[in-house]
């Protein structure tokens, strides 16, 4: 049975590789005729590590990434609300987060896959189930494949899901994001810390993401495509962060205008199924999260890691209502949390309580849910 993957990112990638180990006959189409080091940098959090480390590429993302042993929501002034240090997540799984750069972790993960099983330059457009466990793939350039199971990991715009599910919709933050990787080094203190300030309705985070590289993004209330020239995103930028810590106008000022990636921030209305027969939704492309836990790339990982299992474990069998079955409790809990944190971080008016009530959470409640998060089922 020949399974075809649809998209290489993250997702698709990290499914490839663990096909790969595990035996499965699959093939891997990108509609991108190079990857190219685009992006900004991504978290990978613990339940992402331990699939990565199961796949044999952890080293190769430690030595490429940083290790955030430290991870505050602080205000502009840079002073904590919530602080967390990660010593208890280091005892528990061996590691803490590491945030790395995603071109970099694209990369290293597309290097562990032979050639031949991955096609570039070619986009999909179109599938037609020709008889029973056999799906026909078109392509942009008109040619076509054959397989048994197709598996969408085409991202939050996936043209797989619009075919499949032509009801589904992303749904609109209300706010927009900056984000960028500058060759600015941070203070030594600084180096293991991932932190994000929250202002008034706008919010900055950094994290230092390799040796020489450190990641920031911010983020503010926006109408949906509202547009603002290049040229003037700097100063823009500089002006709405102008009553933030220092540190945060210096890290704007040093900015190459032409490496900051503006994008609105979606995610996926939830949706009730994730396959038909035998095509299947997975990462960004069936429950795309907004960013504000740091787990849109990891619940993609995770994703490779039951979905490998249960293929492996079913053989020629088709194992989607299963996948499902898995993952969607903890996929629905992810993207719910998630948009409420986002709204929360934006709030105009009683931003006091917020932060009174952050501090009250008692630290063991927070460290369970975390531990919670990160682990994987075997």
């Not at 993401?209 to 503010?220: G, I, L």
């Not at 603002?228 to 704007?252: C, G, N």
């Not at 998630?338 to 309580?353: E, L």
């Amino acid at each position: 049975m020949k399974y075809t993957i649809i998209g290489a990112g993250i997702g698709g990638l990290t499914t490839a590789l663990a096909f790969e180990k595990k035996g499965i006959e699959y093939q891997i189409f990108e509609k991108a005729p190079v990857l190219n080091e685009v992006g900004a940098g991504i978290w990978l959090a613990p339940n992402a590590l331990q699939v990565l480390e199961s796949l044999g590429v952890l080293e190769d993302v430690i030595a490429n990434g940083n290790f955030i042993d430290r991870i505050t929501i602080g205000k502009q002034d840079l002073s904590p609300i919530s602080d967390s240090n990660q010593d208890f997540i280091k005892d528990f799984f061996g590691y803490t987060t590491v945030a790395i750069h995603r071109a970099a972790l694209q990369k290293l993960l597309f290097d562990k896959i032979p050639k031949e099983k991955i096609f570039l330059n070619k986009g999909f457009e179109s599938f037609k189930e020709v008889a029973a466990n056999k799906i026909e793939i078109t392509f942009n350039d008109a040619s076509k494949t054959t397989t048994n199971f197709l598996i969408a990991a085409d991202g939050i715009n996936s043209k797989v899901r619009q075919q499949l599910f032509p009801e589904s919709r992303k749904r609109y933050s209300g706010q927009t994001c900056w984000r960028v990787i500058t060759n600015m080094v941070l203070e030594d203190d600084l180096l293991h810390q991932g932190f994000e300030l929250w202002g008034n309705t706008i919010r900055f985070g950094i994290s230092k993401v390799s040796k020489d590289k450190t990641y920031w993004f911010a983020v503010v209330l926006a109408k949906e495509n509202e547009q603002v020239e290049v040229r003037l995103v700097k100063e823009k930028l500089l002006k709405m962060f102008s009553e933030f810590d220092p540190l945060i106008t210096d890290l704007i000022a040093a900015t190459d205008i032409h490496q900051i990636i503006k994008s609105d921030i979606h995610d996926l209305k939830p949706l009730k199924k994730w396959h038909i027969n035998n095509i299947c939704l997975i990462g960004d492309a069936g429950h795309a999260t907004t960013p504000n836990m740091g787990q849109g790339g990891a619940q993609a990982i995770e994703d490779a890691y039951y979905l490998s299992n249960l293929i492996a474990e079913n053989k020629d069998k088709n194992i989607f209502e299963l996948f499902q079955q898995k993952r969607q409790k903890k996929v629905s809990l992810v993207v719910n949390q998630s948009w409420m944190t986002g709204k929360m971080a934006h709030w105009k008016y009683g931003q006091g309580f917020r932060n009174f009530i952050l501090k009250s959470v008692p630290k063991a409640i927070i460290n369970k849910k975390m531990i919670a998060l990160y682990q994987l089922q075997k």
